[in-house]
């Protein structure tokens, strides 16, 4: 089945959330047999999932207090079908430096036919959490179809080659 990673930079604000959402849009469709994981540019391993995020994503329902972030690495981008970014700079970076997964990365924006980055809340006040869990799932319900679709696209792809190597 697909796997979708989203990237940030530490792993611990934007992207957790954006996982946990995803997950949660695709178990309502009955997809709970998909991946969805979660990794970051600059991440130190194993680090707990900001406060605030984890207090936002509660009060929607959603628990990510077992989150413990982890760096992107060959392996981890390898294994994904789609990786969907929060801030352009991490899709250029990821680019530049993994070139035989640079079709396979997007920001998480374009999947909703826009072109921003989503501000990192790190160390702000507990309304930019909300703001940025707001933006994020705003993002990914415009962009579920989307996502979906390019993800099963990947895969299928991805699975072809596999097969015929």
């Known amino acids: 089945m697909p796997h979708i990673l989203f990237v940030c930079t530490a792993n611990i604000c934007r992207s957790p959330v954006a996982e946990a959402v995803l997950r949660n849009r695709l178990q309502e469709r009955g997809m709970d047999d998909w991946t969805v994981r979660s990794a970051g540019t600059w991440a130190i391993q194993e680090r707990a999932a900001a406060k605030n995020s984890i ?6 329902g ?11 690495t060959d392996e981890i981008l390898d294994q994904a079908d789609l990786i969907l970014c929060m801030e352009s700079g991490h899709v ?26 989503i501000s990192d ?40 080659e596999d097969t015929e190597a």
């Open 55 to 60: 207090r936002v994503l509660a009060e929607r």
């Open 62 to 72: 959603m628990d990510i207090a077992d989150h413990r972030s982890r760096m992107v």
């Open 92 to 117: 250029e970076a990821l680019k530049a430096e993994f070139p035989e997964a640079a079709h396979r990365i997007h920001l998480l924006s374009a999947m909703a036919g826009e072109k921003t980055s």
């Open 121 to 160: 809340p790190y160390r702000g006040p507990l309304e930019e959490y909300k703001r940025m869990a707001t933006i994020v799932t705003d993002l990914i319900d415009r962009g579920l179809q989307r996502i979906i679709d390019l993800a099963w696209a990947n895969h299928r792809r991805r699975s072809t």
